[in-house]
């Protein structure tokens, strides 16, 4: 069975800003019929309207919700547009720094998780660089965190940012195992200057390893910045992956 890949819409945020509509329309040509939106509860109607006339389908999506004073109105968001997992992508690292950080993060992602549940999704947490660089007593702050949730939260595994965070990413991804339900898959130099990152298979990341240590989840194409015309940069991606993941 051929793989389906996703894109994280963040990647082409200027576009999505202009025209959301003809932004995902022109994912939906270059071939993706699987998108993951971030801050969708704040334009929930705009996205479901823009889905629809692509075409495409949203299985996760990201939104702030660790500190949402609100959670249920992104979970109510998810509901509408068909999302199934709704991924927190951003705690700073200022937040990541003591076993009483991990602690109280832990305790609010498990909170979250069951709140999720309410509304039949499920709730999970995509790192960065500093959760792998951070440490506490010689461990990484997200090892300790990921001790600590309940076996229903799952992971967003950055693989790129892992990798700049010093991880050996195909180890992590096998300890990690069958929490990992997302891999955001992107390329380039081992540096935290995004403007270096390229489509996958063009950098030093070692994708077709971090792949592997993760056969069964969902790849999900993202830049943080590209150098070149964004789509053409997520079409590249996409045809290594339909190439080099089958």
């Known amino acids: 069975m051929s793989r389906k890949p996703s894109v994280q819409l963040y990647s082409v945020r200027e576009a999505v800003q202009q025209d959301l509509s003809a932004a995902v329309a022109r994912l939906a040509e270059i071939g993706l019929t699987q998108v993951e939106p971030y801050a969708f509860h704040a334009r929930t109607a705009e996205y479901k309207d823009a889905f629809a006339a692509a075409g495409v389908t949203a299985p ?77 007593e010689g461990r990484s702050v997200l090892e300790l965190f990921v001790e600590q949730l309940e076996p229903a939260v799952v992971l967003e595994v950055d693989t790129f940012w892992s990798t700049v965070g010093g991880a050996d990413t195909p180890a992590l991804l096998r300890s990690l195992g069958d929490r990992v339900k997302f891999l955001h898959v992107k390329d380039g130099a081992r540096s935290t200057d995004t403007s270096l990152q390229q489509p996958a298979g063009q950098g030093e990341i070692g994708v077709p390893a971090v792949l592997a240590a993760a056969p069964d989840a969902l790849r999900v194409i993202e830049f943080d910045a590209y150098s070149g015309d964004v789509f053409e940069g997520i079409a590249a991606s996409l045809a290594w992956l339909q190439e080099n993941d089958a």
């Open 60 to 136: 996760s999506g990201h939104a702030p919700v660790i500190d949402a004073e609100n959670p249920r109105e992104v979970f109510e968001a998810a509901n509408t547009l068909g999302i199934t997992t709704v991924i927190d992508p951003f705690v700073p690292s200022e937040r990541w720094q003591t076993a009483d950080d991990v602690r109280r993060l832990a305790e609010r992602v498990n909170e979250l998780s069951a709140l999720a549940h309410e509304y039949v999704l499920d709730f999970g947490y995509h790192n960065h660089h500093w959760e792998l660089q951070n440490t506490v």
